[in-house]
């Protein structure tokens, strides 16, 4: 059974950096044509794709984010993170992993979901 837990600092300030991860447990995030993605629902509001890391390491990255948001993963601890800089009080949301066995940004195309962690940019 996949399990995708995050974690992360709940609280910062804007302009500043931070970083979420996502430990995943019961399959490589080696595996082939797996797909590691990073959603987001901010207050209100709906599932927002974020982008993505492929099995063979490649990333991808919607346009609101480009430039911004950095995903990488560290093999050998079968890990996925989030990087966040500058910022923002709009960034505010509940950050999920999710893993597809597709190229994909529909939420209903993701096998398996974490549990969410809330990230609150405010000063």
């Known amino acids: 059974q996949v399990q995708l837990q995050e974690s992360g600092p709940g609280l910062v300030k804007p302009s500043q950096t931070l970083s979420l991860t996502c430990d995943v447990s019961?399959?490589?995030?080696?595996?082939?044509?797996?797909?590691w993605s990073w959603i987001r629902q901010p207050p209100g509001k709906g599932l927002e794709w974020m982008g993505h890391i492929t099995y063979r390491g490649f990333t991808y990255y919607a346009d609101s984010v480009k430039g911004r948001f950095t995903i990488s993963r560290d093999n050998a601890k079968n890990t996925v993170y989030l990087q966040m800089n500058s910022l923002k009080p709009e960034d505010t949301a509940v950050y999920y992993c999710a893993a597809a066995s597709k190229y994909t940004n529909r939420k209903d195309d993701y096998n398996y979901w974490g549990q969410g962690t809330q990230v609150t940019v405010s000063s």
């Open positions: 019961g399959a490589s995030i080696t595996t082939l044509y797996y797909y």
